[in-house]
């Protein structure tokens, strides 16, 4: 299967949930979401329709990150050094928690951590990665994407051990995992355009030739055009001749 969705609303939801397959919440990132709100997104879309869920920044990302400028939330120097780097700390324990629970509410097929390109593979970080995901629990697919200088190698070890998917942007990089596969489309990489860059016909051609490598795909455009560029997908896997791949459950 194929799911095809956008990073955050890319429409208004009602069009995203009649026109794709999937959705990751983006807002889950910035800052804390209250679960009636994520009810309320889940009692609007049908059963088949998988959201995906960004996890909090909390977790990953440093108080320094300009991120935080959306976080709502103003962090005492004293508090900073205490958030991001999947660190044993409050701030990081709340941002899982509030992480899980949207997860749960919208009945999450995915969490994703993104890190950031800071984030690299030293001693340090890698025990904080094996301790985080030691010790939370979720029914959901856990989806890392590591940004920092990683060697294939390390990721595969770790997430097999883990047991997490190793989230790419397929046009720059392969994924160390198998069988099921997660991709986050960032426009064209790396370039001058990345964000603002419209995927081409060839572009989508050579992106359904890549996702039949693999089991189940989740296929998640994070450009500024990618509600429109995720229905052109889409619509190309539905006139495919397989016509199974990308059909709603």
Not at 221 to 232: E, G, K, T, Y
Request: aromatic fraction near 12%; glycine fraction near 6%; hydrophobic fraction near 35%.
């Amino acid at each position: 299967m194929i799911w095809t969705g956008t990073c955050g609303f890319g429409r208004r939801q009602a069009d995203v949930i009649e026109q794709l397959d999937a959705l990751e919440m983006q807002e889950t990132f910035y800052r804390p979401v209250s679960v009636e709100r994520a009810l309320k997104w889940r009692g609007l879309a049908p059963q088949a329709f998988r959201f995906c869920v960004k996890a909090s920044q909390f977790i990953t990302h440093e108080a320094t990150s300009p991120t935080y400028r959306r976080s709502g939330r103003v962090v005492p120097d004293s508090e900073r050094s205490s958030y991001g780097s999947f660190q044993d700390t409050r701030p990081v324990r709340e941002g899982w928690e509030a992480t899980r629970a949207i997860a749960e509410a919208v009945r999450a097929s995915a969490i994703v951590f993104q890190t950031p390109a800071s984030f690299g593979p030293t001693e340090t970080n890698r025990n904080a990665l094996y301790r985080f995901f030691e010790s939370i629990r979720t029914d959901a697919i856990k989806a890392i994407e590591l940004r920092g200088p990683w060697a294939v190698h390390i990721v595969e070890k770790m997430c097999e051990d883990l047991g997490l998917v190793h989230a790419v942007d397929p046009f720059e990089k392969e994924p160390a995992t198998y069988g099921l596969a997660y991709f986050r489309l960032h426009g064209s990489p790396p370039g001058k355009t990345m964000y603002r860059y419209t995927y081409t016909d060839a572009d989508l051609g050579r992106l359904r030739a890549v996702c039949r490598e693999y089991d189940d795909v989740y296929v998640m455009f994070n450009n500024l055009s990618m509600h429109a560029d995720a229905v052109r997908f889409r619509l190309e896997l539905h006139d495919s001749a397989d016509s199974s791949i990308g059909a709603r459950e």
